[in-house]
């Protein structure tokens, strides 16, 4: 089956979401879901796009996508590919559309003059882990994520307001 990986349009937005809810389901965090459809078509798609996708199809039909953004490495000097989600139908696993998307990504990276294309695993999800250190991808151990969120982004943000006055 013909595998092909396209960018993302508007008209793309009712897909995208459905596919970002089925990976938020393989990872056990559809709790974790809240985005507002129109409000994220508007970050992906309207003046100033945040981040980028592409979808990756079988045959012509959309099997998976992955979603990404510019970062940048003081240390390299150079902007870096960070990709937030990659997922592929569980029907389409195997058929090497998971290697391919992350293979476009790569190429968008060296095409972009980045210094790396890098992502977060789950530490649970040793099948992807398998996957992508077939693909040579290494671990991070050394580095622990962080993250401001809710309540406390809010406070930390009034916190800056009250100090700049």
């Keep these: 089956m013909t595998i092909s990986i396209r960018p993302a349009t508007p008209a793309d937005l009712p897909l995208i979401a459905q596919l970002i809810r089925d990976l ?10 809240r ?15 945040y981040a980028e996708v592409v979808i ?5 039909a959309a099997q998976g996508f992955a979603l990404f953004f510019h970062n940048f490495s003081t240390f390299e000097g150079k902007p870096g590919i960070y990709l937030e989600d990659l997922f592929v139908r569980p029907a389409a696993r195997g058929s090497g559309l ?18 790396r294309l890098e992502w977060s695993v789950l530490d649970w999800n040793e099948p992807a882990i398998g996957f992508y250190k077939k693909l040579g991808a290494r671990l991070m151990d050394e580095w622990t994520v962080m993250r401001v969120d809710g309540t406390a982004l809010q406070q930390l943000g009034a916190a800056a307001r009250v100090s700049a006055v």
């Design 98 to 115: 998971g290697k391919a998307l992350l293979s476009h990504l790569a190429m968008l990276a060296v095409e972009r003059d980045c210094a």
């Design 35 to 49: 985005f507002d459809e129109a409000v994220m078509g508007e970050k992906l798609f309207g003046e100033r796009p």
């Design 56 to 60: 990756g199809e079988l045959g012509g």
């Design 24 to 33: 938020a389901e393989y990872e056990k965090l559809a709790h974790e879901v």
